[in-house]
């Protein structure tokens, strides 16, 4: 009888061993898919602050999703005078060849789409929620990282059109409205 319990003990250990071993494996191999988004996340964005990264993680922000809305402050710049310029579209398709985009992918289509027909208005409108909701996660120096890289890049694109001649600035007036709206977001007060 001993034996019988003996052996059911060590079966009911190795059960328990089985079952703990399983939950480290995948709790490895969660860390390793955390660190692989963060690493794909850091080549597309620029972004370096692992604190930040680290939030986009959690807040299950993929490279994928990540790439597409950082291209809508480059297309709403780009349609705030109610056409894409070819310098405009150059830059945007440069900006997009950078973050990993090809031609094929699902994000290229759409940034195609865009660079065809305006996106309309709620696009902009979502892409304001979304930053003020994550500056909200974000500690200021955080968020002023994100400020800067995406908002760099949206002048960049309102910039690459340029003034007449030189002489006036190669950033039009309603560019202007849509960049102050797209920074306004990030300041975002914490509650």
């Not at 089985?18 to 969660?30: M, P, V, Y």
């Not at 289509?109 to 996660?137: D, F, N, Q, R």
């Not at 955080?142 to 910039?159: F, G, I, P, T």
Request: aromatic share 4%; charged share 25%.
């Amino acid at each position: 009888m001993d034996e019988i319990l003996l052996k059911h003990a060590l079966r009911l250990e190795d059960e328990f061993f089985a079952k703990k071993d399983a939950i480290l494996i995948e709790q490895r191999k969660k860390l390793m898919e955390m660190e692989r988004t963060q690493v794909a996340l850091t080549a597309i964005s620029g972004i370096t602050n692992k604190a930040i990264l680290a939030k986009l993680v959690e807040l299950n922000i993929h490279p994928d999703l990540l790439a597409t809305l950082a291209l809508v402050p480059l297309v709403e710049v780009a349609w705030a005078d109610g056409k894409i310029q070819d310098d405009e579209r150059k830059a945007i398709l440069d900006g997009a060849s950078k973050i990993g985009m090809s031609q094929g992918s699902v994000d290229y289509t759409i940034l195609e789409e865009w660079l065809k027909t305006s996106p309309p208005k709620s696009l902009l409108t979502a892409w304001i929620h979304y930053v003020e909701g994550l500056c909200e996660t974000l500690s200021p120096s955080e968020c002023d990282s994100l400020k800067h890289n995406l908002m760099d890049q949206a002048r960049r694109v309102a910039e690459s059109a340029g003034g007449f001649l030189g002489l006036l600035s190669p950033i039009s007036g309603k560019e202007k409205e849509i960049l102050a709206q797209m920074e306004a977001a990030f300041s975002v007060k914490k509650a």
